[in-house]
């Protein structure tokens, strides 16, 4: 399974109008890959809070249209990052989309743990409560959103559901880049999962992006990582690597809490 991660620069100066557009072009431009990755939040920012209520849209508005007929014309599975859907009450939740190579709808996940202590995201979005696995042909990806990263108990859930790749969908804050790569390796070890990793880079709501996009393997290596700007990684991943991992080394066979 080829997959590419795209870490979109966000920043205050492009239009919400625009940088969906662009995004839209950059997927097609990612047609020899089966799965295509992007960040958290990129249409306004993770942090751009003020945006939040103007820029929410409903599931099926304009990201889900242009990200739709992008994925289906670039004929690959798309992993839609995460954008503002207000839904039918009115809450706004951080809501992620993956769709298939013929722009079908094929999952959402709205995002459980919500950054912010109190402020910003914690209290403009509601928390989802539902996990979220999706199969492709070849792998079956369990879907997290950013500090979502910081509660392992989420990506052990994924996979007792069947994951083998954990999608990471991101606008991590530059000042804890440590944290970020940290993180990640350490839930493709102890799941011994692959993680693809995306982030965003430039800077929203006042805060500088980590960017450092990265594709781990089920051992915990890192096979590519991004720099701080704007940069599309592509990996091919081996979908049996996973049950290899498992089997040389079954750690998650001797699970005794059962968390």
Same mark, same amino acid.
């Given at each position: 399974? =080829?997959?590419? #991660?795209?870490?979109?620069?966000?920043? +205050?100066?492009?239009?919400?109008?625009?940088? !969906?557009?662009? $995004?839209?072009?950059?997927?097609?431009?990612?047609?020899?890959?089966?799965?295509?990755?992007?960040?958290?939040?990129?249409?306004?920012?993770?942090?751009?809070?003020?945006?939040?209520?103007?820029?929410?849209?409903? #599931?099926?508005?304009?990201? %889900?249209?242009?990200? &739709?007929?992008? &994925?289906?014309?670039?004929?690959?599975?798309?992993?839609?990052?995460?954008?503002?859907?207000?839904?039918?009450?009115?809450?706004? %939740?951080?809501? /992620? #989309?993956? @769709?298939?190579?013929?722009?079908?709808?094929?999952?959402? %996940? =709205?995002?459980?743990?919500?950054?912010?202590?109190?402020?910003?995201?914690? $209290?403009?979005?509601?928390?989802?409560?539902?996990?979220?696995?999706?199969?492709?042909?070849?792998?079956?990806?369990?879907? &997290?959103?950013?500090?979502?990263?910081?509660?392992?108990?989420?990506? !052990?859930?994924?996979?007792? /559901?069947?994951?083998?790749? @954990?999608?990471?969908?991101?606008?991590?804050?530059?000042?804890?880049?440590?944290?970020?790569?940290?993180?990640?390796? /350490? !839930?493709?070890?102890?799941?011994?999962?692959?993680?693809?990793?995306?982030?965003?880079?430039?800077?929203?709501?006042?805060?500088?992006?980590?960017?450092?996009? #990265?594709?781990?393997?089920?051992?915990?290596?890192?096979? &590519?990582?991004?720099?701080?700007? +704007?940069?599309?990684?592509?990996?091919?991943?081996?979908?049996?690597?996973?049950?290899?991992?498992?089997?040389?080394?079954?750690?998650?066979?001797?699970?005794?809490?059962?968390?």
């Amino acid at each position: 399974m =080829r997959a590419s #991660l795209i870490q979109i620069a966000v920043n +205050e100066g492009e239009s919400v109008v625009s940088r !969906r557009s662009r $995004v839209a072009d950059l997927v097609r431009e990612q047609s020899g890959s089966d799965l295509v990755v992007l960040p958290e939040l990129w249409t306004v920012g993770a942090f751009a809070y003020e945006q939040f209520e103007t820029e929410a849209e409903p #599931l099926d508005g304009p990201t %889900y249209a242009a990200m &739709a007929a992008a &994925a289906r014309d670039a004929g690959v599975w798309l992993h839609a990052g995460s954008f503002v859907e207000r839904a039918g009450d009115g809450s706004l %939740y951080n809501t /992620a #989309l993956v @769709l298939s190579p013929t722009g079908e709808l094929a999952a959402t %996940y =709205r995002k459980i743990h919500r950054f912010g202590f109190d402020q910003g995201e914690a $209290v403009m979005m509601s928390a989802g409560e539902s996990l979220t696995t999706v199969a492709l042909p070849e792998q079956t990806l369990g879907l &997290a959103t950013c500090y979502d990263l910081r509660f392992p108990e989420l990506f !052990r859930g994924l996979v007792d /559901a069947g994951a083998t790749t @954990l999608v990471v969908s991101a606008g991590w804050p530059a000042r804890r880049r440590e944290h970020w790569t940290l993180l990640n390796r /350490a !839930r493709a070890v102890e799941d011994q999962s692959y993680v693809l990793a995306c982030g965003s880079a430039g800077s929203n709501g006042g805060v500088e992006q980590a960017g450092h996009s #990265l594709i781990v393997d089920p051992w915990g290596e890192v096979l &590519a990582e991004a720099g701080p700007g +704007e940069e599309v990684l592509t990996v091919d991943l081996d979908p049996k690597k996973v049950a290899e991992t498992r089997e040389q080394f079954p750690a998650l066979k001797d699970r005794r809490l059962g968390l």
